[in-house]
């Protein structure tokens, strides 16, 4: 019996822990997003997000989804109010680079919470998929390859 309850338990873990890293991420699509401490326009509003600001989103009831921010926040927002764009916030600063290498020539620095878009995913046809590092875009145009443990918000 001990050996079939560590083994579920086991499975279990492991089960979690791949879950956990198929996060579901979204952006404020709207200029003014409020975070709320409940599902409803009546409940405490937390803080004001502004646009194409990552979320994780972690539960949809009845038009509300509860997200988590970068800072590990927990609050409701409106699900209209989220789109799925793909942005990604710096968590800290962080060379970009020009191809998915430590050795790579840097294309720009990006400062902590400077938001990125994803430029390409795994999804994407010409995607270069190298493990750990993620091809985003600045809002100047620059393209280039951060690390994805520098990021949040994918």
Not at 34 to 52: C, E, H, K, T
């Amino acid at each position: 019996m001990k050996v079939r309850f560590r083994a579920a338990v086991t499975s279990g873990l492991i089960a979690a822990g791949l879950t956990a890293h198929a996060a579901d991420f979204r952006v404020t699509s709207d200029a003014a997003t409020v975070l709320y401490d409940a599902p409803s326009a009546r409940a405490r509003p937390l803080f004001v997000y502004g646009r194409d600001v990552p979320v994780e989103a972690l539960v949809n009831v009845e038009g509300w989804t509860k997200v988590r921010d970068v800072a590990g926040t927990i609050g409701w927002m409106q699900a209209k109010s989220l789109s799925e764009r793909r942005m990604v916030v710096v968590r800290v600063a962080a060379d970009v680079r020009a191809s998915p290498e430590d050795t790579a020539p840097i294309v720009f620095r990006a400062d902590r919470d400077v938001l990125l878009e994803v430029a390409e995913t795994a999804a994407s046809p010409s995607a270069t998929t190298m493990p750990g590092w993620l091809k985003v875009r600045h809002r100047d145009g620059q393209t280039g390859f951060i690390r994805l443990a520098q990021v949040f918000g994918f």
